[in-house]
């Protein structure tokens, strides 16, 4: 059981989007006439249409579907948008266009021919930017049904048979697009602007074979082949094992096996492919048995692997490493046993979802001194061969389209700017077509399925496509200083075959989970280009422009002295509104800031704000503040909507400034989420009721709630409710209802009913325990706790659960507590057997304590960028380490690693078969989590390592864990518990 995630975007997530597509104005609606099958023809598709719509696969489908009629859905400027459309029990089918600010920008209806249950849709031509189509048909039974499909208007990406820049390349699987589609697809990559493709179809077991035979399988064959015809380079894949061999090389003779299957693709693939990689994740989940993760066997293998390839072919790349994230103790020991000698660059997989991107360049640079320090000084290139985020709409590591865009854009911008030589984006195309499956999500395109029948883009596409079309070619000159640790401006000089033009471009957007207003300054016009490419001129006013920063990077083509927060242009909104209703939109101009730190004179500033065509002036005197409220329809559609404003200032459009509001479904939800209060030894455990009235225009009122939390129920009724239940407009209002009975820690199903003045019922459901932390300072003496005589305890046997182990293998009681300066964990825990790790490294897979923390809510730091999560792994060392504190997770601000400043003390009671823990975490090394924020999501397990002895170890050591809450080990599938902590 678990406490459901909340997903809501931040105001920076749904703002964002909302300068995409000012850059480039179009219409705010219009419709469109239907053709048909035969009409649309007539406008110029082609007669290999069914081709370019990617050789679509037999699906399970209720016979309504998009066609996709021009490759990857992807528009020229000035080409209409034409789709097909299929539909098996309608006449008509009604469609309309969004963008991606959550408008409606093109309507009609498609008139379906009764002979070929086809029709058509023309959009007509849009501006530059991303778009969503919209069907709704009939599905067997008569049920209605919607179906959507991406597409984009797009200056393709610089060309790779006119560059020289291998920087930009993209993981595919041949297995995602088989055939003639293998050809298409790999031209949407080139359109994309990615030089170089990694790919997977020589696998060990599949060219050797049988034992000492060598193949060069079909699949081999038509992936190599056409890539010098496209101006792309291929890195393909050494490996994953071969059964004649045992599967993962462990003896001498599977080393050679390697070397010569390694050789043997280097022969083959000559002139085609410029380099291999050796394994895939050998350090992570790619390798099993006595040699899993270990970097002696991997050095053997190398080493093997290098003498094969350069004896077929001396001038292929060999890739070495190939790690899953970027484990330093594990390369400190490949390179010592001389790992270096037999790799021309190194690889790593540093993925960080649901986390932001911000953070690899401190992996980078401690990869970096290493290789200084076993190489003589000198370093081999970087590749980063996989990274990405999942849009998987799930309670893991999924992040939705628009956080996987921004996502893409920013984790591209930071491997520039940290020195990579080469950036594969994890992947092409969706592996498959579950919403909820994170594996089948990391695509820049969706694969063809039941929605619609070829590949269509998602946001990502344009924003990969976007950042390879500006910096191609250019390297990263430096980092402005903005004042701000979460507000990012990256300059570099651009290519004379750029857009640029050889000038300076400047990458800004924001790293936290604000917007936040900004000036820019600038002697000349600035040309502005959003993440998904749509471009606007703005005039400096006195030297500066004004932008809304997001977590979408903009790209500024002019030479930019400074970059600082600057409060006198922006946008705010409400932070959700209902479906149907008007937003209520403020501009506020702040004249406030007297302008003497730049010369400028005091004087009263008056700004348009114009916003869908709605415009409003505002000004403001010197030290005064002006606002003024726009109102601009929601929409009907359930989502983000973004909502952006060009600003003329003082009478240049000098501005572009955003804001945004979440659309909800209903009019009225509610909310229940536990809260707990302590006064002297006596705990009260209360649900918090939250209803919330999303309407800008009316009141709403509650006549009562019911309550169920596990068997207890109740009502909320009397004074609180029936003399004062009205929630106002845009307003939340909590009411609360005391549980009686019920046991620390344990989780229960929760359920409430709120019933409306007007007769309407609006519910909830969820599952949560009441979790204290209770504020307390333990210590450990002579083996045993202390000061934890009022805490209550984490009874695993009790209220967890087992993962691969028994309870006769390990049993623990656990104590959540804090003070001002650290959060504790103190455990005991029965086992027979206690394991100590090698090395704080190696604390994951060990036996060891672990701690998952999180920011809000289960859920609500993920789903969005910036996610704070931390996974902690705690115990004792068999080295002269001792014990430690092992981070494995996303901090922004130190690497995965030994957390400093931690204490851990472990005592081991063989007598009694008893491990003791008392692990301090100080809240400065979990931040932004502290006393001052008492609510946040946590996990706790006990860990047990499974006993085989091996040279190096990590996660696959690890044999099952006991656990509270869940995601720590199963990091996939995140389901942490509300805590509080209580005085």
């Given at each position: 059981m678990r406490h459901r995630p909340r997903r809501r975007l931040s105001r920076a997530t749904v703002a964002f989007c909302t300068l995409l597509g000012l850059l480039a104005f179009g219409p705010a609606s219009a419709s469109a006439t239907a053709l048909s099958g035969k009409e649309i023809g007539n406008r110029g598709a082609t007669a290999d249409a069914a081709r370019h719509a990617l050789a679509p696969s037999a699906v399970a489908t209720d016979d309504v579907r998009i066609e996709v009629t021009t490759p990857g859905n992807l528009f020229d400027p000035g080409v209409p948008a034409t789709f097909g459309v299929l539909s098996a029990r309608d006449g008509t089918v009604p469609w309309s266009v969004r963008d991606y600010r959550g408008r409606t920008v093109r309507s009609g209806t498609a008139a379906i021919d009764p002979a070929t249950r086809e029709g058509a849709v023309d959009a007509g031509e849009l501006p530059l930017g991303y778009y969503t189509l919209m069907i709704r048909g009939t599905a067997a039974g008569g049920a209605p049904v919607t179906r959507t499909a991406g597409f984009a208007v797009q200056r393709p990406g610089p060309d790779p048979k006119r560059t020289t820049d291998s920087f930009f390349g993209i993981n595919h699987h041949y297995r995602s697009a088989p055939g003639d589609a293998w050809d298409d697809s790999t031209g949407l990559a080139a359109r994309a602007g990615a030089d170089t493709l990694r790919v997977d179809s020589a696998y060990w077991g599949t060219v050797e074979h049988p034992k000492g035979e060598y193949q060069w399988p079909e699949a081999s064959e038509r992936v190599t082949a056409d890539f010098a015809a496209r101006g792309q380079d291929g890195l393909m894949l050494l490996g994953l094992g071969n059964s004649d061999y045992g599967s993962i090389p462990s003896t001498d003779e599977a080393y050679r096996a390697f070397g010569k299957y390694a050789g043997h693709v280097a022969e083959k693939a000559a002139g085609r492919i410029g380099a291999l990689e050796v394994w895939n994740e050998y350090y992570g989940g790619f390798s099993s048995g006595v040699c899993s993760q270990s970097a002696k066997c991997y050095a053997k293998m190398l080493a093997a692997a290098y003498s094969g390839v350069k004896a077929a072919d001396p001038k292929v790349t060999v890739v070495g490493a190939s790690s899953f994230k970027v484990p330093l103790d594990w390369f400190e020991e490949l390179f010592r046993l001389g790992g270096l000698k037999h790799m021309d660059a190194v690889s790593i997989h540093p993925y960080r979802a649901p986390g932001a991107p911000e953070g690899v360049a401190l992996d980078i640079d401690g990869l970096k001194r290493l290789m200084r320090q076993y190489n003589h000084g000198r370093e081999l290139p970087i590749w980063i061969t996989e990274q990405g985020w999942t849009s998987a709409g799930r309670d893991g590591v999924g992040v939705g389209e628009q956080t996987q865009a921004q996502s893409t854009a920013r984790a591209l911008l930071e491997a520039r700017a940290a020195g990579v030589a080469r950036y594969y984006w994890y992947d092409l195309v969706n592996d498959g077509n579950g919403p909820d499956n994170a594996e089948h999500n990391f695509g820049l395109l969706r694969s063809s399925g039941p929605e619609a029948d070829g590949l269509n883009p998602k946001p990502a596409y344009l924003a990969y496509s976007t950042v390879a079309r500006e910096l191609t070619g250019a390297r990263f000159t430096r980092r402005l200083r903005t004042g701000d640790g979460d507000l990012h401006a990256y300059a570099f000089r651009s290519a004379a075959a750029s857009p640029g033009v050889g000038a300076v471009t400047t990458a800004l957007w924001s790293g936290d989970r604000t917007g936040k207003p900004v000036r820019v300054r600038t002697g000349k016009p600035v040309t502005v280009v959003d993440m998904l490419g749509s471009e606007r001129v703005l005039e400096p006013v006195d030297g500066w422009v004004y932008l809304t920063a997001t977590g979408a990077p903009v790209y500024l083509r002019a030479a930019v002295d400074e970059v600082e927060a600057s409060p006198l242009l922006s946008l705010s909104a409400p932070e959700d509104i209902a479906a149907g209703a008007d937003v209520p939109v403020t501009a506020t101009l702040d004249n406030r800031a007297t302008g003497r730190e730049d010369g400028a004179k005091a004087r009263r500033r008056t700004a348009v704000f114009e916003i869908e065509g709605e415009k409003v002036t505002v000004s403001a005197a010197p030290g005064r503040r002006g606002r003024a409220v726009l109102k601009v329809p929601a929409g009907d559609t359930p989502g983000s909507r973004g909502l952006a404003a060009a600003v003329t200032l003082d009478g240049k459009r000098a501005g572009a400034v955003a804001s945004g509001t979440e659309v909800t479904t209903e009019p009225v939800t509610v909310d229940v989420s536990p809260e707990m209060s302590v006064k002297g030894a006596v705990r009260t455990d209360r649900l918090a009721v939250t209803v919330t009235n999303?309407?800008?225009?009316?009141?709403?009122?509650?006549?009562?709630?019911?309550?169920?939390?596990?068997?207890?129920?109740?009502?909320?009724?009397?004074?609180?409710?029936?003399?004062?239940?009205?929630?106002?407009?845009?307003?939340?209002?909590?009411?609360?209802?005391?549980?009686?009975?019920?046991?620390?820690?344990?989780?229960?199903?929760?359920?409430?009913?709120?019933?409306?003045?007007?007769?309407?019922?609006?519910?909830?459901?969820?599952?949560?325990?009441?979790?204290?932390?209770?504020?307390?300072?333990?210590?450990?003496?002579?083996?045993?706790?202390?000061?934890?005589?009022?805490?209550?305890?984490?009874?695993?046997?009790?209220?967890?659960?087992?993962?691969?182990?028994?309870?006769?293998?390990?049993?623990?009681?656990?104590?959540?507590?804090?003070?001002?300066?650290?959060?504790?964990?103190?455990?005991?825990?029965?086992?027979?057997?206690?394991?100590?790790?090698?090395?704080?490294?190696?604390?994951?897979?060990?036996?060891?304590?672990?701690?998952?923390?999180?920011?809000?809510?289960?859920?609500?730091?993920?789903?969005?960028?910036?996610?704070?999560?931390?996974?902690?792994?705690?115990?004792?060392?068999?080295?002269?380490?001792?014990?430690?504190?092992?981070?494995?997770?996303?901090?922004?601000?130190?690497?995965?690693?030994?957390?400093?400043?931690?204490?851990?003390?472990?005592?081991?009671?063989?007598?009694?078969?008893?491990?003791?823990?008392?692990?301090?975490?100080?809240?400065?090394?979990?931040?932004?989590?502290?006393?001052?924020?008492?609510?946040?999501?946590?996990?706790?397990?006990?860990?047990?390592?499974?006993?085989?002895?091996?040279?190096?170890?990590?996660?696959l050591g690890l044999d099952g864990w006991q656990t509270w809450g869940d995601g720590l080990n199963n990091w996939k599938l995140v389901r942490y518990q509300q805590v509080q902590l209580t005085r």
């Open positions: 999303h309407s800008p225009d009316a009141p709403v009122g509650v006549t009562g709630i019911d309550w169920s939390f596990g068997d207890t129920s109740g009502t909320i009724t009397g004074r609180d409710v029936a003399d004062g239940g009205t929630v106002p407009p845009l307003a939340s209002r909590s009411f609360r209802a005391t549980v009686e009975g019920a046991s620390a820690y344990a989780v229960e199903p929760v359920r409430v009913s709120a019933g409306l003045a007007d007769g309407r019922t609006v519910r909830d459901s969820d599952s949560f325990g009441f979790s204290p932390i209770t504020r307390a300072t333990p210590h450990l003496v002579d083996g045993r706790l202390t000061g934890l005589g009022n805490v209550p305890k984490v009874d695993l046997s009790e209220v967890g659960t087992y993962n691969g182990i028994e309870p006769s293998v390990a049993d623990g009681d656990l104590w959540a507590t804090w003070d001002d300066k650290n959060l504790y964990v103190s455990a005991v825990v029965r086992e027979k057997d206690h394991r100590t790790a090698r090395k704080v490294a190696w604390l994951p897979a060990g036996d060891s304590i672990g701690i998952g923390v999180q920011p809000g809510k289960p859920g609500e730091g993920l789903g969005r960028w910036g996610a704070d999560w931390y996974m902690l792994y705690a115990g004792d060392t068999a080295t002269t380490q001792g014990p430690g504190v092992f981070v494995e997770s996303l901090p922004k601000d130190y690497p995965v690693g030994p957390v400093p400043g931690a204490d851990v003390r472990v005592a081991r009671d063989g007598a009694a078969g008893t491990t003791t823990y008392l692990v301090a975490v100080p809240w400065t090394r979990i931040a932004p989590l502290s006393p001052a924020n008492p609510s946040f999501s946590m996990t706790l397990t006990v860990n047990k390592n499974d006993g085989v002895q091996r040279d190096n170890y990590r996660s």
